[in-house]
Structure formats: C-alpha cells, structure tokens
C-alpha cells in the first residue's frame, strides 16, 4: 500500500508519554538512539533490543524519547508500545 493512503495515528499507540520496548525487525541485536531525528544524524548510544524508552513526542517515522535522562530520537520502526506513563 503507498504511504500516501496511510494515516498513522498517534491514538492506534497510545498518548504521548509513553514507555516503549525496543525491537529490532532486522534481527540485528541494537538500535541507534540519534541526536536528532534522520539516518545522518549523529549516533548518541547504542541500546540494545529489549531496553525500555519513554517516548515524549511522535513524529511519522521518528519519535523523540528519553533514556536514562538522555534525550534523543528513535524511529517508530524500531519500538513496541509497553504502557502509558502514569502521572
């Protein structure tokens, strides 16, 4: 299906924060956490599959969260919603 008929919703992951598992459908064991949103943006760390982020902010394809106090990006390709953040 071509993207342009697609309409991702926020709602169909759930609300902004929320915490996420890492996932990796290429079987590789990591995921690149960016500077900023885009595959030339730097590399700030690699997380290994299965750690948990909170994502604070959802783009079409990238996604901006916080790993033990650090912010960076991560593209919705590569993370599971785990549960809403409670306040």
């Known amino acids: ?3 342009k008929y697609v309409k991702l919703s926020t709602s169909a ?6 915490v996420a598992k890492l996932i990796n459908p290429n ?3 990591i995921v690149n956490f960016r500077k900023a949103p885009g595959l030339s943006a ?5 997380l290994a599959v299965g750690t948990k982020i909170t ?3 959802m783009g079409d394809v990238w996604c901006k969260a916080t790993v033990d106090g650090q912010e960076g990006y991560v593209s919705r390709y590569f993370f599971q919603f785990v549960k809403a953040v409670e306040e």
């Open 13 to 18: 992951i759930g609300p902004v924060p929320f």
């Open 42 to 46: 730097p590399v700030l760390k690699q």
């Open 27 to 29: 079987g590789n064991s």
């Open 1 to 3: 299906m071509m993207k």
């Open 55 to 57: 994502v604070t902010e």
